[in-house]
Nanobody
Framework: QVQLVESGGGLVQAGGSLRLSCAAS????????MGWYRQTPGKQREFLAR???????NYADSVKGRFTISRDNVKNTVYLQMNSLKAEDTAVYYC??????????WGQGTQVTVSS
């Protein structure tokens, strides 16, 4: 079965950096699109970044220039490098996978807290 396990979250000061990882198994990682979303209490899940099987990327305006998504098809892992973190980046971050622009499998999430 599809499994996505996020790691790398934690507490960081504003202006700092974190790198999230998402270890994937149970599907053909190299041919799937991968994405990152985040969610805060009472709000809808927010798209952050996507990387296709061809390594094409796109980002939400809120994180463009600060966050970078990448993938390692040998380790079956997708990453989210987050720089210049702000208090408003505090959220639970989710990894997801799918094809054709539809993400239909999700990880359990990892908490990121940015202190101001």
């Amino acid at each position: 079965q599809v499994q996505l396990v996020e790691s790398g979250g934690g507490l960081v000061q504003a202006g700092g950096s974190l790198r999230l990882s998402c270890a994937a198994s149970g599907f053909s990682f190299s041919i799937n699109d991968m994405g990152w979303y985040r969610q805060t209490p009472g709000k809808q899940r927010e798209f952050l970044a996507r990387i296709t099987r061809a390594r094409s990327t796109n980002y939400a305006d809120s994180v463009k220039g600060r966050f970078t998504i990448s993938r390692d098809n040998v380790k079956n892992t997708v990453y989210l490098q987050m720089n210049s973190l702000k208090a408003e980046d505090t959220a639970v971050y989710y990894c997801c996978t799918g094809r054709g622009g539809i993400f239909n499998y999700w990880g359990q999430g990892t908490q990121v807290t940015v202190s101001s």
